[in-house]
Nanobody
């Protein structure tokens, strides 16, 4: 399984970015694909996740309303739309995938595969 994250960059506060995570190497219909982020000196934290079966979405409470996750089944790609970005959103964003049980989408140890990360920097 390979996960290729892209779409990061340097933007001003209030801007938007759309991250992409393209997955390959197996069928993902039973998987969850998630986005986690890690700011300098901090632990990696959950941002959002998408369950292919049923299209269920999960969000960190602090990001609800600003971030939206969705998936394109034909492209095996999950997107994270990030709006109204704040300096505190600055982090490396990682995509992850795995056969994550219900109730565990926010837990990083529930994911088996990780992408290389894409840097998001939000200036004030």
């Amino acid at each position: 399984v390979q996960l290729q994250a892209s779409g990061g960059g340097l933007v001003q506060a209030g801007s938007s970015l759309r991250l992409s995570c393209a997955a390959s190497g197996r069928t993902f219909s039973s998987y969850v694909m998630g986005w986690f982020r890690q700011a300098p000196g901090k632990e990696r934290e959950f941002a959002a996740a998408f369950r292919w079966s049923g299209g269920l979405t999960y969000y960190a409470d602090s990001l609800k309303g600003r971030f939206t996750i969705d998936g394109d089944n034909a492209k095996n790609t999950v997107y994270l739309q990030m709006n109204s970005l704040k300096p505190e959103d600055t982090a490396v964003y990682y995509c992850a995938a795995g056969p994550v049980p219900y109730g565990s989408a926010t837990l990083k140890f529930a994911y088996d595969y990780w992408g290389q990360g894409t840097q998001v920097t939000v200036s004030s």
